[in-house]
């Protein structure tokens, strides 16, 4: 299975601060989103991407897709206590013997602390 | 509101039992999948189907087994349950081939003692 690595794992940050995630891979993708899964619940989407180099933004939130579509990141501006989740990214595989597939990362767990 | 239901949120199972998770989608999806998913692991895809009677093996199908009989319920079977497949199991569907969008149930947490 072709990897999707994600970081970091864990992040605790106090509200009012930045933080970004990262997702990335040595395989091509035709497109990548981000889903965020509350406790008790199924993940849910937030974006897809599928240009190289597109931003997509979300209120506070910012998605980049990187330019060789290998790589993308979560930029979440001045994080709130209900940003709190689990996030991950899912790669579509372009070509090889993963085409169309989708590929998860190992998600980041985000605690926002009042 | 579009759903995905599964049948079960927790579930205790003995060591050998056959488990049935249950599954429906009230989207008229043709795709549907389960997962399982463990800490640090993120979702590894079980089986797949893009069609009523249609299944395709996923990344890790050993020990399960799938049934799709109807278009809107997709059936994840343990024939023998291990207590290596204690997890949290996750349903999802989709619509067109493509980018679509998965829309996930809220997931049955199975152990087996």
């Known amino acids: 299975t072709q990897l999707l690595e994600q970081s970091p794992q864990f992040l605790s940050i106090q509200e009012g601060e930045n933080l970004t995630v990262y997702c990335n891979s040595s395989?091509?993708?035709?497109?990548l989103q981000w889903y965020r899964q509350e406790p008790g619940e199924g993940p849910v989407l937030l974006v897809t991407?599928?240009?190289?180099?597109e931003v997509k933004k979300l209120k506070r939130l910012t998605f980049q897709f990187g330019d060789a579509r290998k790589d993308s990141s979560l930029h979440i501006t001045a994080a709130q206590p209900g940003d709190t989740g689990l996030y991950l990214c899912?790669?579509?595989?372009?070509?090889?013997?993963?085409?169309?597939?989708?590929?998860f990362g190992q998600g980041t767990i985000l605690t926002v602390h009042p | 509101d579009v759903k995905v239901t599964q049948s079960s949120r927790y579930l205790v199972k003995r060591t050998g039992e056959k488990v049935f998770l249950e599954c429906v989608q009230d989207?008229?999806?043709?795709?549907m999948f389960w997962y399982r998913q463990d800490p640090g692991l993120g979702l590894r895809l079980i089986y797949f189907?893009?069609?009523?009677?249609?299944?395709e093996k996923g990344d890790i199908p050993e020990g399960y087994s799938v049934s799709r009989e109807k278009k809107e319920r997709f059936s994840l079977i343990l024939e023998s349950a291990s207590t290596n497949q204690t997890s949290m199991y996750l349903c999802?569907?989709?619509?067109?081939?493509?980018?679509?969008?998965?829309?996930f149930g809220s997931g049955t947490q199975l152990s087996v003692l």
């Open positions: 999802a569907s989709s619509g067109r081939v493509g980018n679509e969008k998965l829309f």
């Open positions: 395989s091509v993708f035709s497109s």
């Open positions: 991407v599928v240009t190289g180099g």
């Open positions: 899912a790669g579509r595989h372009a070509g090889g013997t993963s085409y169309g597939k989708l590929t």
């Open positions: 989207m008229d999806h043709e795709n």
């Open positions: 189907s893009y069609d009523v009677k249609m299944k």
